[in-house]
Nanobody
């Protein structure tokens, strides 16, 4: 059974940092692109960051570019999202996702595997 489990969310003041982790199990995602999405209350789920199978190509939403960094530890089947200079508008449930292709995508429909999400709340 494939599982993606996020951790690292919490409450932080504006300007602070958090590091999200995603532990994958049930299969190896070494050949799979992975990504982070988020969903704020009353809003649609949106792409945050993506990384290809090799870790050599990364993509970011304009709203987080320069503040967030996505990375992966393939041997350990782990995905990370380092979030710096957090803003109140970053408040959302953050989801880890994986797809069965090597290249990343900004569309959530392209991902087959999802975690349960972790809450990030940024206070002003």
């Amino acid at each position: 059974q494939v599982q993606l489990v996020e951790s690292g969310g919490g409450l932080v003041q504006a300007g602070g940092s958090l590091r999200l982790s995603c532990a994958a199990s049930g299969r190896t995602f070494g050949n799979s692109a992975m990504g982070w999405f988020r969903q704020a209350p009353g809003k649609e789920r949106e792409f945050v960051a993506g990384i290809d199978w090799s870790g050599g190509l990364t993509y970011y939403a304009d709203s987080v570019k320069g503040r967030f960094t996505i990375s992966r530890d393939t041997p350990r089947n782990m995905l990370y999202l380092q979030m710096n200079i957090l803003k109140p508008e970053d408040t959302a449930v953050y989801y880890c996702a994986a797809r069965s292709f090597a290249s990343t995508s900004t569309h959530d429909s392209a991902y087959s595997y999802w975690g349960q999400g972790t809450q990030v709340t940024v206070s002003s």
